[in-house]
């Protein structure tokens, strides 16, 4: 009922205020969705799917788990645009920008590299049952969904699950992080991933040890390959 109440108010505050950038809070034209066009023009791209041989964030998984290929839309930096739009998505509620901020990569994966064609089945990194029912939605999955538009690959959010709730990653180290995840996700229909090539999506790939932690699940349940997607990456 809340979440009615809350999403009648947003619509409401659409009629009475022009819809604003998520970057500069500008309006936005008629053209423009989430962010102006100067904002979008100042997103922080890797640009990585152009080049092959970037190992720069494969490295992250290197010697723990064998990830097939890691895709990130934007380099992720403390107070730039893109923890900006992050932050939006995650607390703010803002899953639509999630959506949209996914199909704009997914077109330019679709028409500059190879990636949609070595590829199954998407999944979002799941959020835990209480932490889904306190935010309303799973911003890997809005992620997800607008990949799967623009790449045209099936997404599905039945098969992988995180069993165990902890604290929140955001301040802990590699190794506190690995602690808190490493037994935390469960293959729930692992027939619905044997011998698929899997592409697990999330917003933020940083030191990568719940990407890992999901890798090892879906490898172990009999995967072909698992890869990584992500909105945005920090350098190292
Ligand atoms: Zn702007």
Same mark, same amino acid.
């Given at each position: 009922?809340?979440?009615?109440?809350?999403?009648?108010?947003?619509?409401?505050?659409?009629?009475?205020?022009?819809?604003?950038?998520?970057?500069?809070?500008?309006?936005?034209?008629?053209?423009?969705?989430?962010?102006?066009?100067?904002?979008?023009?100042?997103?922080?791209?890797?640009?990585?799917? @152009?080049?092959?041989? %970037?190992?720069?964030?494969?490295?992250?998984?290197?010697?723990?788990?064998?990830?097939?290929?890691?895709?990130?839309?934007?380099?992720?930096?403390?107070?730039?645009?893109?923890?900006?739009?992050?932050?939006?998505?995650?607390?703010? +509620?803002?899953?639509?920008?999630?959506?949209?901020?996914?199909?704009?990569?997914?077109?330019?994966?679709?028409?500059? &590299?190879?990636?949609?064609?070595?590829?199954?089945?998407?999944? +979002?990194?799941?959020?835990?049952? &209480?932490?889904?029912?306190? =935010?309303?939605?799973?911003?890997? %999955? &809005?992620?997800?969904?607008?990949?799967?538009?623009?790449?045209?690959?099936?997404?599905?959010?039945?098969?992988?699950?995180?069993? =165990?709730? =902890?604290?929140?990653?955001?301040?802990?180290? @590699?190794? %506190?992080?690995?602690?808190?995840?490493?037994?935390?996700?469960?293959?729930?229909?692992?027939?619905?991933?044997?011998?698929?090539?899997?592409?697990?999506?999330?917003?933020?790939?940083?030191?990568?040890?719940?990407?890992?932690?999901? &890798?090892?699940?879906?490898? @172990?349940?009999?995967?072909?390959?698992?890869?990584?997607?992500?909105?945005?990456?920090?350098?190292?």
């Amino acid at each position: 009922m809340f979440r009615f109440i809350q999403a009648a108010l947003v619509d409401f505050t659409d009629l009475l205020f022009p819809t604003l950038c998520l970057g500069c809070r500008c309006s936005l034209t008629a053209n423009e969705k989430i962010l102006c066009a100067d904002c979008r023009i100042r997103l922080p791209e890797t640009g990585q799917h @152009r080049e092959p041989y %970037d190992q720069n964030l494969l490295n992250k998984f290197a010697g723990k788990v064998p990830i097939q290929f890691v895709a990130s839309y934007l380099f992720f930096s403390r107070h730039n645009l893109v923890q900006k739009l992050i932050h939006q998505i995650k607390y703010k +509620g803002q899953k639509e920008a999630a959506k949209e901020i996914a199909r704009w990569y997914g077109h330019q994966l679709k028409t500059e &590299s190879q990636l949609a064609n070595q590829i199954d089945v998407l999944i +979002g990194v799941p959020l835990h049952k &209480s932490r889904f029912q306190q =935010r309303g939605y799973n911003q890997a %999955d &809005s992620i997800a969904e607008g990949l799967s538009e623009a790449l045209n690959v099936p997404m599905a959010t039945d098969i992988l699950a995180r069993t =165990r709730f =902890r604290d929140s990653q955001t301040r802990k180290n @590699r190794l %506190d992080r690995w602690e808190n995840v490493k037994t935390a996700f469960a293959v729930l229909r692992p027939e619905a991933v044997e011998g698929k090539n899997v592409m697990i999506v999330d917003d933020v790939l940083t030191t990568g040890a719940t990407l890992e932690a999901c &890798s090892i699940e879906l490898l @172990r349940a009999g995967c072909k390959s698992v890869s990584v997607i992500t909105l945005a990456a920090t350098h190292r």
